[in-house]
């Protein structure tokens, strides 16, 4: 499967708990996404990275959250001391800026349950 | 930032009919214009995109128009299946020159046979 993966696909965990998500996007894709989406709304966007940099934080990503992308392939998101309303599904997508088009494009997502 | 409104927020139609869902958006830089898919517990998929140097753009039974002055836009599906049944959302973007993309809340999209 040559499209962006995530793991795990599901995670429960207590509320005060840490947690790490890790994404693979597409090989040759520079610049990498999180997006967290919870039911019966579109995905809100967190972060994303070109190449190693991260370029922009969204003001939904408080202290409690991290994001690297160390060699600027995979990326991982942790979450610190998790609480009942960082249940979600976090999405990574990634896209090729340069290229002819800038589609970003979605792995399957990781479910957060935070008991 | 900006603010994408999706309408409507459920749409129903019989097998065969068409479908349009609209939305608008607020930053008048935004030039790039996806329409994502997502069915229950799958991953978004990009459908159909539109760039603001065109007003139209058609693939098969689906299309996208975007009316710049106005700052809509709107995704019209002909001769729906069932299996068009899903969540669709639009979203909207500067292009390469700020990544994130910015989402509707989505349209609950149900085909009857």
């Known amino acids: 499967d040559t499209g962006v993966s995530q793991d795990p696909r599901h995670k429960i965990t207590k509320r005060g708990q840490n947690v790490t998500f890790r994404c693979d996007p597409i090989?040759?894709?520079?610049?990498l996404y999180w997006y967290r989406q919870t039911l019966g709304q579109g995905p809100e966007f967190l972060t994303y990275?070109?190449?190693?940099?991260?370029?922009?934080k969204s003001r939904l990503l408080s202290d409690r959250f991290s994001a690297e992308r160390p060699k600027g392939s995979f990326s991982t998101l942790e979450i610190q001391r998790t609480e009942q309303g960082d249940s979600a599904m976090y999405l990574c997508?990634?896209?090729?800026?340069?290229?002819?088009?800038?589609?970003?494009?979605f792995g399957p997502g990781t479910r957060l349950t935070v008991l | 930032g900006e603010n994408v409104e999706q309408h409507p927020s459920t749409l129903s139609v019989q097998e065969g009919d068409s479908a349009v869902i609209k939305c608008t958006y607020s930053?008048?830089?935004?030039?790039?214009f996806p329409w994502y898919k997502q069915e229950l517990g799958k991953r978004p998929q990009l459908i159909i995109d539109?760039?603001?140097?065109?007003g139209e753009k058609k693939d098969q039974r689906i299309a996208v128009t975007l009316n710049k002055t106005a700052k809509h836009f709107s995704l019209h599906i002909t001769e729906t299946q069932p299996e068009d049944s899903a969540v669709y959302f639009c979203?909207?973007?500067?292009?390469?020159?700020?990544?994130?993309?910015?989402f509707g809340r989505g349209t609950q999209l149900t085909v009857w046979p």
């Open positions: 090989s040759e894709h520079n610049r």
């Open positions: 997508a990634s896209s090729l800026v340069g290229g002819a088009e800038n589609e970003q494009f």
């Open positions: 990275f070109q190449n190693e940099a991260q370029l922009e």
């Open positions: 930053d008048s830089a935004s030039n790039y």
């Open positions: 539109i760039r603001s140097n065109v």
């Open positions: 979203a909207a973007n500067r292009g390469s020159t700020l990544g994130r993309l910015y």
